[in-house]
C-alpha cells in the first residue's frame, strides 16, 4: 500500500518570511498525482496545490511552490511571504488515477506575528 | 467554493440513533469518496463510488453504509450510533466527464456529535 509521511508535526515561521514543509511517499507506480491540501481551523479541507508525477516541472500557485523529487520520492512545499493567514495543519497527498488519496499525518503551520 | 456540498454542516445526536450524510459532487463530477476525521486525527478513507458502483472501500465500519445515486448524489448512512463515531465526515468528489482529471474536491464537511 502507498504510505505518506509528514515527518514535521509543528512547523512555525515568522510572517513575511519563507517556510518549507516536507512531504515523501512510498510507491512503486509511475503514473501518480501529488496534492497539498490545507485545513486552517474552521476545518475546509483546501486544495493548495497539486503535482503530476510524469512533469518534471514544478508546480507553483502565487505564494506556494513545491519541490518535487521524484527519484528520492519527495514533494515539498514551500511558502513564500508567509502571512496569517497561512496558519493551518497541512496535509500531503497522494492519488493513484482511480484510486483513494492517502493523507500524510499532516504538519500544523503556526505563524508568527 | 469547491462545488461539493454537504448537508447538514452540523448534526447532535443520541448514542444508538440513526443519521444520513448527504453529499452533491460538483457538477459533472462521476465519483464521490467519503472521509472520516475524529478530533486531532488524520483522515480515513471510507467508501468511493464511481457513477453509481461502489469502487474502493476502506475502514468503513459495518454500522456505515453509503451509496450513488442515479443523479450522482451520495448518501452515507450511520447506525447504532457510539460516542467514537463523533468527527467530522468529508465528502470529495472527482473525475468529471470533461475537464482536469485526477484532481478531488472537498466539501466543507458534515460535524456529527454523538452524545
Known amino acids: 500500500a502507498q504510505t505518506v509521511t509528514q515527518s514535521q508535526p509543528e512547523m512555525s515561521v515568522q510572517e513575511a518570511e519563507t517556510v518549507t514543509l516536507s512531504c515523501t511517499y512510498d510507491t512503486s507506480e509511475s503514473d501518480y498525482y501529488l496534492f497539498w491540501y490545507k485545513q486552517p481551523p474552521s476545518r475546509q479541507m483546501i486544495l493548495v496545490i497539486r503535482?503530476?508525477?510524469?512533469?518534471?516541472q514544478n508546480a507553483t500557485e502565487n505564494r506556494f511552490s513545491v519541490n518535487f523529487q521524484k527519484a528520492a520520492k519527495s514533494f515539498s512545499l514551500k511558502i513564500s511571504d508567509s502571512q496569517l493567514g497561512d496558519a493551518a495543519m497541512y496535509f500531503c497527498?497522494?492519488?493513484?488515477?482511480?484510486?483513494?488519496?492517502?493523507f500524510g499525518t499532516g504538519t500544523r503551520l503556526t505563524i508568527i506575528p | 467554493d469547491s462545488g461539493v456540498t454537504q448537508t447538514p454542516k452540523h448534526l447532535i445526536t443520541a448514542t444508538g440513533q440513526r443519521v444520513t450524510l448527504r453529499c452533491s459532487p460538483r457538477?459533472?463530477?462521476?465519483?464521490v469518496y467519503w472521509y472520516q476525521q475524529s478530533l486531532d486525527q488524520g483522515l480515513q478513507f471510507l467508501i468511493q463510488y464511481y457513477n453509481g458502483e461502489e469502487r474502493a472501500k476502506g475502514n468503513i465500519l459495518e454500522r456505515f453504509s453509503a451509496q450513488q445515486f442515479p443523479d450522482l448524489h451520495s448518501e452515507l448512512n450511520l447506525s447504532s450510533l457510539e460516542l467514537g463515531d463523533s468527527a467530522l465526515y468529508f465528502c470529495?468528489?472527482?473525475?468529471?466527464?470533461?475537464?482536469?482529471?485526477?484532481?478531488?474536491?472537498f466539501g466543507e464537511g458534515s460535524w456529527l456529535t454523538v452524545v
Open positions: 503535482q503530476e508525477a510524469y512533469k518534471q
Open positions: 457538477s459533472g463530477d462521476l465519483s
Open positions: 497527498a497522494y492519488l493513484e488515477p482511480g484510486e483513494k488519496l492517502t
Open positions: 470529495a468528489s472527482s473525475e468529471p466527464e470533461r475537464g482536469v482529471r485526477n484532481t478531488i474536491y
